[in-house]
């Protein structure tokens, strides 16, 4: 037994299901179920450089025959999107599950999205499990269902499943065989005449998966008290249960296609039917396609996570009532070396179209010095939107991850297009955001291997860059002067600001010594939004030394001197 959570539990359900080969690329929520598979010799996993290139790969794998996997959250699923489409037409070789991990409440995101909608978009199964256990058992089912009815399965995980622990039995891995290929030109070359008739085996499909939801044990009938059902699935049930558990259910763990004739059976046994669900009233909808008499929940439900003591309210028809939020205001850690880059930005004024990252915390005051964020890669297409609108002091700004993520496509678009200006690469060897993984800019590989490394500097060049520079952007008069320089320039200038995240270099410099007596209370320093330097009561500053990493920073914003740099071997 172990206690592990939803996404280790899936994991570990996939790997005893014959999973051979697991791609994606890191995304909270989703992050962890390819991390546990890094030192496991029977997959075959990697960090992709994006969730299409991952979903191809994984797809790929399984139409040569072996049993594979793509995860990614929901925004990552939408990097997906081209060849999901086409894979419900060309069906699977062995079985191949898409895991989309959403994040209702947005704890770590963009947007809220019920990537539900994107399983019946694509006219592919859905499984959704409700705890770590069922995650476990689900996706076993997931590989089977994908085989029986040869097509990509999504199994749908959202953030309280995937982060909740709970004690898990496990067992042994199954000895799948690769299965042989054979050429099937009319399945997987998707030219018209092919893709004509695979819609219409697609449709037939759908016909046999209906029928098979209305049966399979993924959907389960609990009855008990009769005045009351709930149809719900994924963690939904759980909060409905735990506020009503004396009533009736209708569970679904195969939610799509609809099983319209349980459903009807359930409404039938109990006296009013009330349907729980996060986001979007997807159940709801398909509940009174059905003709199903039901109570729904108020609009305002929509937005944001279902908690327990939410059921009572839809129960009623009340709408939600919004409480403050009481959390801390994000801030970049002390070190990082991304708030020199923000301190020069905001004092030169510029106008920062940013990107999907921890620098993403730029725009927060009193850095306040990056001004869109969209989605990845877009803090270069957005810079380039800017100059053809006129503006001629934007600046782009991109994390070298997400640079190879997304933004290389951006920056020869932007060179091949004439654009001028800047564009900084925040280069600090990781993917940080998600917790410090590898990408091919680091030259490792998920199982911790030297391998290729990508030189961003030489890429830029060959994508159109007029000019590359690479700048330690602790150096912060240095790093201005040279903003200042290129964006005097008429060309397309990169700046790649390079120097690793402190959880990746792990040593940081002396703490600034600071004379209160040279202290003018100017607070210049503060305006870099380091936690580890504050104001103390009287007034005077504090640096607290079991936070600071020597960046210095603060130094360089300190004119009366009252903070004093300290050399250290990191710094050149």
Not at 357 to 367: D, K
Not at 449 to 454: D, G, M, V
Not at 517 to 535: G, I
Request: charged share 20%; proline share 6%; glycine share 8%.
């Amino acid at each position: 037994m172990r206690f592990i959570s939803g996404n280790e539990a899936l994991a570990q359900g996939a790997y005893e299901e014959g999973l051979r080969v697991a791609c994606a690329y890191p995304g909270t929520p989703s992050t962890e179920i390819l991390e546990y598979y890094a030192h496991i010799p029977e997959i075959d996993a990697q960090w992709s450089v994006n969730e299409k290139v991952a979903f191809e790969v994984a797809l790929g794998a399984s139409v040569r025959g072996a049993r594979s996997l793509c995860a990614a959250k929901h925004v990552g699923v939408n990097v997906a999107m081209d060849p999901l489409m086409t894979s419900a037409y060309t069906g699977v070789g062995a079985g191949f599950v898409l895991v989309s991990c959403d994040d209702p409440g947005i704890h770590s995101s963009q947007n809220e999205q019920d990537n539900r909608l994107f399983a019946k978009a694509a006219k592919i199964p859905l499984i959704e499990p409700s705890s770590p256990s069922e995650a476990y058992a689900f996706i076993k089912t997931a590989f089977q269902v994908s085989e029986e009815f040869d097509t990509p399965v999504m199994v749908r995980m959202t953030t309280r499943i995937s982060h909740t622990k709970e004690n898990i039995v496990i067992g042994t891995r199954k000895d799948i065989p690769v299965r042989p290929f054979t050429v099937n030109v009319p399945k997987y070359v998707m030219v018209p005449g092919n893709a004509y008739k695979r819609h219409i085996e697609l449709e037939q499909r759908l016909v046999r998966l209906k029928q098979y939801a209305e049966k399979t044990f993924l959907n389960t009938i609990e009855i008990n008290n009769r005045e009351i059902g709930f149809i719900t699935s994924g963690v939904s049930y759980l909060y409905a249960k735990e506020m009503y558990p004396g009533a009736s259910f209708l569970k679904l763990g195969f939610s799509w296609p609809f099983p319209e004739t349980l459903a009807r059976s359930f409404s039938k046994k109990v006296k009013k039917v009330y349907i729980i669900e996060e986001l979007e009233p997807f159940l709801e909808e398909h509940v009174r396609l059905a003709g199903i008499p039901c109570t729904g929940k108020h609009p305002s439900f929509r937005i944001g996570e279902l908690r327990p003591e939410h059921i009572p309210y839809i129960v009623r028809g009340k709408s939600k009532e919004e409480k403050a939020s009481g959390a801390r205001k994000p801030v970049l850690c002390p070190g990082c070396p991304h708030r020199s880059v923000f301190t020069v930005l905001k004092k030169l004024k510029k106008i920062v179209a940013g990107d999907i990252g921890c620098y993403t915390l730029g725009a927060l005051p009193p850095l306040s010095s990056l001004h869109t964020c969209l989605c990845m890669g877009s803090g270069i297409t957005f810079f380039e939107g800017f100059g053809k609108a006129g503006e001629r002091n934007a600046v782009g700004v991109i994390g070298d991850s997400t640079f190879v993520h997304s933004g290389i496509t951006g920056l020869i678009n932007a060179a091949y297009n004439k654009a001028r200006g800047v564009i900084i690469i925040l280069d600090n060897s990781t993917t940080a955001m998600t917790g410090n993984q590898p990408h091919p800019g680091t030259g490792v590989t998920m199982q911790g291997e030297q391998t290729k490394k990508l030189s961003l500097e030489d890429l830029c060049r060959v994508c159109g860059a007029d000019s590359v520079d690479v700048i330690n952007p602790r150096d912060v008069t240095a790093l201005e002067k040279l903003i200042i320089r290129r964006t005097r320039e008429n060309a397309l200038s990169v700046i790649i600001a390079r120097y690793p995240c402190r959880f990746v270099l792990k040593v940081g410099g002396c703490p600034p010594a600071y004379d209160k007596n040279k202290c003018k209370k100017c607070y210049m320093c503060l305006t870099v939004d380091c936690p580890a330097v504050r104001k103390s009561e009287d007034g005077y500053i504090v640096v607290d030394n079991s936070l600071c990493a020597g960046c210095n920073v603060c130094v360089e914003m300190c004119g009366p001197g009252a903070l004093e740099r300290n050399k250290t071997k990191h710094e050149a």
